[in-house]
């Protein structure tokens, strides 16, 4: 089953796949108000959608022709579709003073993206900018109708979906346990029965805004933390300033206030950024894949392992949209940037633009983060796994340890179709010479293995693992490729009896297409 929701989530960036959530719980909740289900009415739901996309994509596009930059209308149109679900819905024709407040709160979300930045990277979440000032400045605070009951079932569905789009259930599993114990211990503490409190839970989580705020804008990427630590302050902060009956210096904070003093802690601890990165060059580095390189900019360090989102400007896309999650391949000690991706015949518009992209041509490259990292104590033995592109984050920590003298216990077990698709073999081989790297190479095509291959062939098992790495069960293991791919190396390292406290996994989405 999860198979196939990966391969359904695959056709569709994070991005899109936000924008269909919040389009389809309009529509939802648009159809619902002509029964009266859902408060507002069927033409101020329409008038407010249609005001804040004419507002947010004006703004949006003045703003970025002043600046020179490219705009970037997919993410604008988030940003009106989430304010749409969370103000209050406005008949223009008949309240234009409301109507003028909505359309202020969606220019305020669009200029927070730009004025409120650093390094190209909006700090706050937009929406939630554009919320506060409408209730600060004009007295209309959000009423965040998207947590009407009616719309539950497609805000759930639709949440969990997106949740696992973006790898970010250890973030949302934090804050809605941090929101019950800070829930359960303000009650008592306030003199509310025990039996009371536990009643409360369905309420809470059935007919508040609680979930569509946790899935949507809790948890987006750009102006929350990418590793755990601060993901477990972070999601502590921002459950805690959410507490309906929490007052503080006099007065209670709204969720948008609460999110966005937990962007400003997000800021602080793990700021985000956008890099104007120019191609140096291209080339084919196997079957299939092919290797840019970027000149690294003056500053910029990174851990090897972590990934970064690359976004190029695109003129009629697909599905799929104009950004991409790659790990970086290169070492923090490397003077460049390198990513990987894999080519298919039938490329998606993403990868067809990043192929004819010319030498000193421009990709937008953020959202460093990513916790699948070496661990601190070097005396811990390793065992990695890779299939095929999955080596990229490998090939960085591999290259670092070279750079840097440190020598690690380290069995890496890499799975390609073909032998043709071996990569970085140069880094692998200086690996085993000088840091005593063990490589084991399978393929899992039969009718690709030449006569005299000295690998093994197969797909990577529970019989392998014990075979090449005989100390499996004391071992920990990182594993990277395809989401179809990393389900079946877990299963087989389980059947391997591997603690399941040991294995990690990448958040490796570079799969698409």
């Known amino acids: 089953m999860m198979r196939l929701i990966d391969g359904f989530l695959n056709r569709f960036t994070s991005y899109r796949l936000t924008l269909y959530y919040a ?14 289900v859902v408060a507002g009415g069927p033409v101020a739901i329409v008038s407010s959608v249609s005001l804040l996309l004419v507002v947010c994509l004006l703004v949006n596009g003045v703003l970025a022709g002043i600046l020179r930059i490219n705009a970037n209308p997919e993410s604008s149109i988030i940003t009106a579709l989430i304010l749409a679900l969370i103000s209050g ?21 669009i200029v927070s ?17 554009g919320a506060l000032v409408s209730g600060l400045a004009f007295g209309s605070f959000a009423t965040w109708w998207v947590g009407s009951t009616a719309l539950l079932p497609l805000v759930v569905l639709g949440g969990l979906l997106l949740a696992r789009k973006i790898a ?60 755990l630590l601060s993901q477990v302050v972070y999601a502590a902060l921002v459950a805690f300033l959410y507490q309906p009956q929490l007052a503080l210096f006099g007065r209670n ?15 602080l601890a793990s700021p985000s ?17 092919t290797c840019l390189v970027f000149p690294k900019p003056a500053g910029f360090s990174f851990v090897p392992g972590q990934y970064m989102e690359w976004s190029i400007p695109l003129h009629g896309g697909d599905s799929r949209g104009n950004r991409r999650y790659f790990s970086l391949a290169s070492a923090p000690t490397e003077p460049e940037l390198l990513i990987a991706a894999r080519i298919p015949e039938r490329a998606s518009r993403y990868k067809q633009e990043l192929m004819r992209m010319p030498t000193g041509g421009v990709i937008m490259a953020g959202e460093l983060g990513g916790d699948f990292v070496l661990p601190r104590d070097p005396r811990i033995p390793l065992a990695f796994i890779a299939g095929g ?41 200086e690996g085993m010479r000088r840091i005593g790297l063990k490589v084991v190479h399978t393929l899992t095509d039969p009718a690709k293995v030449r006569p005299g291959w000295c690998g093994r062939t197969g797909f990577i098992d529970a019989e392998m693992i014990r075979q090449e790495v005989p100390d499996c069960r004391s071992r920990h293991f990182m594993v990277s490729g395809s989401p179809g791919m990393v389900n079946a190396a877990k299963s087989a390292l389980r059947a391997a009896g591997v603690p399941r ?8 989405p570079g799969y698409s297409p």
Do not use: C
Request: proline share 5%; hydrophobic share 50%.
């Open 273 to 289: 950024f956008k890099l104007r990165a120019v191609l140096k060059d291209r080339r084919e580095i196997g079957e299939g894949i």
């Open 23 to 36: 389009a389809s719980l309009l529509v939802l909740g648009f159809v619902l108000s002509f029964f009266g």
């Open 168 to 227: 970010r259930f250890r973030l949302l599993g934090a804050f809605f346990f941090a929101f019950l114990v800070f829930n359960t211990a303000l009650g008592l503490v306030q003199g509310a029965p025990a039996d009371l409190m536990l009643q409360s839970i369905p309420f809470v989580f059935g007919q508040t805004s609680l979930l569509f705020f946790g899935f949507v804008m809790f948890t987006e990427p750009a102006s929350s933390p990418k590793r």
């Open 253 to 267: 904070f709204t969720p948008e206030e609460a999110l966005l003093i937990g962007n400003l802690f997000s800021f």
């Open 389 to 429: 592109i999955g080596i990229t984050p490998f090939r960085s920590m591999i290259k670092f340890l070279l750079d840097t003298g440190e020598k690690r216990d380290i069995v890496l077990l890499y799975s390609n179709y073909a032998e043709r698709e071996i990569v970085f073999r140069d880094v692998l081989q």
């Open 501 to 508: 406290h040991r294995i990690r996994t990448d958040y490796f």
């Open 113 to 129: 993206k730009y004025a409120l930045a650093w390094r190209r990277q909006h700090i706050f979440n937009p929406a939630a900018v």
């Open 89 to 109: 819905p406005v008949s223009v024709p008949t309240d234009p003073r409301h109507a003028a407040i909505l359309a202020a709160a969606g220019a305020a979300a």
